[in-house]
């Protein structure tokens, strides 16, 4: 398993498709996953610390585990299979559900759980993005800074 930080969330052209984008911590592959808008919307909204009126399905989860007095330890990424990735989150108590990867990061950004993925996934669908490159990469990184929720046609 690879140790992976979410880099954001943008919509891919011209499909108009969200997706999330993940990034070996120690290498130069990233990982792109599409992912539904509701979900975009509350990667993005984590990302930025924006806290809503009202409790997301995503936030609710977070307050749900507070209260039963749990934590989520990690994510991880394990396994591509027909173009759809698959997900565990891995509880303190060793207990492991099998999720969404866009529910699992929404939630990870949430309770600062790590995120890993499974080598073999990245070795499949991971895009290697060299160094030479990096300038580009903020370029997307300022993009995903000024992304907001209405962005993906949805508002909280």
């Given at each position: ?46 990302q ?6 009202r ?47 866009s ?5 990870a ?14 070795d ?18 300022a ?14």
């Amino acid at each position: 398993m690879k140790h992976m930080e979410v880099v954001g969330v943008r919509v891919e052209m011209p499909s108009n498709q969200p997706i999330v984008l993940l990034k070996e911590t120690a290498g130069e592959r990233y990982l792109p996953i599409w992912i539904g808008a509701v979900e975009a919307t509350a990667i993005a909204l984590a990302q930025q610390g924006v806290t809503p009126a009202r409790p997301l399905t995503h936030d609710l989860f977070r307050d749900v585990l507070e209260a039963l007095d749990a934590t989520l330890d990690t994510v991880n990424i394990t396994a591509l299979s027909d173009g759809i990735f698959y997900a565990e989150l891995v509880f303190s108590n060793g207990i492991e559900v099998s999720a969404r990867p866009s529910d699992s990061i929404a939630l990870a950004l949430r309770t600062g759980a790590t995120i890993y993925a499974d080598e073999g996934v990245i070795d499949e669908a991971g895009v290697p993005i060299p160094d030479e490159q990096e300038d580009e990469v903020e370029k997307f990184k300022a993009f995903l800074d000024n992304i907001t929720p209405e962005d993906f046609g949805r508002t909280t």
